[in-house]
């Protein structure tokens, strides 16, 4: 009995070019079809050779027996017009902004050539370089300055003060003489000439410092509560976890060049704030006791790290809970993965909607994580952050003066820098205060002021008498303690006015009128994009243009705040001329005095009050 074949035996090439065999006719499935037409759409767009039986244009030119039923030619390639646009993401090519285009052209962090060409010549960067420069720390303000701006990598904000001793050398060698501290718990140099980037970029590796990933599309600076591993109060010492984010972003090429700048935070759950609620991620740790670990399934008690999403103050957003619980062991995996699902979901197409919080707005938080969740070896420990205890009580302005540490007959001592901005001399004397009275270790805060940990009982009012030497305040209800203030229109083309000369004015005035016995924070931001995060203070000044001559002012905000006392500062008077700020500012602190309960601190006073009865209260109307 014959029993008919199914299969049909496919000739061999040589068959078919020697004509001992005529091909049969291959019938593609739909399926067979698509896939053939794209592949080879993809072959000719990449340049290709063309295969055997087609032209250059992809006219068919071989046996009609491999055309397909109908006379159409499936192996050639379609028409430009009928051909699957290329994508990054599931964004078409076409659609992507002119910096997205410059990352798919060339990597940032493979500029190194054209760092070592622009030195050689001594020229600044043009906007493309500029870009590309940022992804290697390296920042052109012009028109303001004529020069590149330098801005570290220190993960916790944790210096030696061997490392603070070598930036001060950077800053006289080739910079202005200064350093800034940043409210990333960082340090910028600036007034840099193109012919010294390279000296630049290698005496800071020498000094166990990067600068990589510090601007544009990347992820910034790893901050960390300041005090962390002194701190009395907290749960968990979060520098190890900071330290081994930034080694797994410095070490792992797709953490650079996402879709915009990203931060993530660590707040140790102690007396002292990281400010962490303003970061895309921001970490907390959180004790989960036995009792509220059988509210969650697989949950047991100890302490854990709950995880924020989205914080974004010049948007007015703080970051959100996102439901989830993560063992500290877990965190730089978590932060990976979280940073993955945004880099293939945030828009590329405007740069204005790119951030974190477009994609929580777009997805809502529990659909984001669940595509985090599927990046991870094992599911998320969920449980309502209700069911975990709650953290004592921050200290405000706790970086600010003499507190004792965990560790007996130690302590901490916070100085106040005047807007941040240390002179070589005043850094170097810094860095000597450290290893003579402490452990030769450095702290900074995002609040723009420094710490020496690990000051022995004997040597406190030493180094109080040295910070006074040197021009810094120990003294946390002094208003220059509450101080923030962006880099202004002294090194920003996008500010408005000149913030930290003014942040500096305004301290010595108010300070020669009032003694306070509460601390206030009054934050200075040159531009919206709000650098020094102006809706987070209990006094925000956002700079502005006023009046016909275009003088440099303000609009007012009050009532901000972070941590248990998080809110979005409100708008109170809107376009104050700089010489009209400080009277203005006077008015409201005396009327705050005047009108306060006992000992209430500004930001709860301003909080309970109507906008209305504030703009009285603050004009001496009432």
């Not at 962090?109 to 500029?130: G, V, Y």
């Not at 600036?190 to 970029?201: D, Q, S, W, Y």
């Not at 705040?561 to 104050?576: K, L, N, Y």
């Not at 602190?589 to 109507?610: A, I, M, N, P, V």
Request: hydrophobic fraction near 40%.
């Amino acid at each position: 009995m014959f029993i008919e074949k199914k299969e049909r035996t496919i000739p061999t090439m040589n068959a078919l070019l020697n004509g001992n065999e005529v091909a049969p006719a291959i019938h593609f499935t739909p399926a067979q079809k698509e896939y053939l037409a794209g592949f080879m759409a993809g072959a000719t767009q990449r340049g290709f050779t063309p295969f055997v039986g087609h032209t250059a244009g992809g006219q068919f030119t071989g046996d009609p027996a491999l055309a397909a039923p109908g006379g159409e030619n499936l192996a050639a390639p379609p028409t430009p017009e009928a051909a699957a646009e290329e994508t990054l993401f599931g964004t078409p090519i076409s659609e992507l902004c002119k910096q997205e285009l410059w990352k798919l052209e060339r990597h940032g962090l493979d500029i190194w050539e054209r760092l070592i060409a622009h030195a050689e010549s001594d020229k600044l960067p043009d906007e493309q370089d500029t870009f590309y420069f940022r992804f290697h720390g390296l920042f052109y303000v012009g028109p303001v300055q004529e020069s590149l701006m330098l801005r570290c990598r220190i993960p916790a904000g944790e210096l030696s003060a061997a490392q603070l001793d070598g930036l001060a050398d950077l800053a006289e060698k080739w910079g202005g003489g200064y350093g800034d501290l940043t409210t990333r718990a960082n340090v910028q140099v600036r007034e840099i000439a193109p012919k010294n980037l390279l000296k630049v970029l290698l005496h800071l590796q020498e000094i166990g410092l990067s600068s990589k990933g510090t601007g544009v599309d990347n992820i910034r600076n790893i901050t960390a509560t300041p005090t962390a591993g002194l701190d009395r109060e907290e749960l968990f010492d979060c520098r190890p976890l900071a330290k081994a984010l930034q080694h797994y972003i410095l070490n792992t090429r797709d953490m650079f060049g996402l879709p915009r700048k990203f931060n993530v935070a660590f707040d140790g759950g102690g007396a002292i704030s990281a400010a962490a609620d303003t970061n895309d991620i921001g970490f907390f740790a959180v004790r989960v006791g036995e009792k509220e670990a059988a509210r969650g399934a697989g949950v047991a008690p100890g302490v854990y790290f709950r995880v924020q999403l989205a914080g974004i103050t010049g948007h007015q957003q703080f970051a959100k809970d996102a439901g989830v619980l993560v063992r500290p062991e877990d965190c730089v995996a978590v932060a990976a993965a979280i940073i993955r699902v945004f880099n293939e979901t945030g828009d590329r197409t405007n740069r204005k909607r790119a951030r974190l919080k477009y994609v929580i707005d777009r997805l809502g938080i529990d659909p984001f994580m669940a595509l985090v969740e599927k990046k991870l070896a094992q599911p998320f420990l969920r449980l309502p952050e209700s069911a975990c205890e709650p953290r004592p009580r921050t200290i405000p302005h706790g970086h600010i003066g003499v507190f004792r540490q965990r560790q007996p007959g130690l302590n901490y001592v916070g100085a106040v820098v005047p807007v941040g901005r240390m002179s070589v001399k005043q850094m170097r004397r810094f860095a000597e205060l450290a290893r003579n009275y402490g452990s030769g270790e450095v702290r900074l805060t995002v609040f723009q002021n420094l710490i020496i940990p690990n000051v022995p009982d004997a040597f406190v009012e030493t180094v109080k008498r040295a910070f006074l030497k040197m021009g810094f305040h120990h003294e946390a209800s002094a208003i220059s303690g509450g101080l923030v203030a962006c880099t202004g229109n002294a090194g920003c083309k996008w500010a408005a006015s000149n913030t930290k000369r003014h942040a500096v004015e305004l301290a010595r005035y108010l300070e020669k009128k009032f003694t306070l016995d509460q601390p206030i924070n009054i934050h200075l931001t040159g531009c919206p994009n709000s650098c020094a995060q102006h809706y987070m203070g209990d006094i925000g000044l956002l700079g502005t243009k006023v009046g016909r001559d275009k003088e440099e002012g303000y609009h007012v905000f009050v009532g901000g705040g972070f941590g248990e006392q998080q809110a979005v500062a409100r708008e109170v008077f809107r376009g104050v001329s700089f010489p009209m700020l400080k009277e203005t500012l006077e008015k409201m602190l005396r009327g705050y005095l005047r009108h306060r309960r006992e000992k209430e601190d500004f930001s709860t006073f301003t909080r309970r009050c109507d906008l209305n009865s504030l703009q009285a209260i603050f004009s001496n109307e009432e």
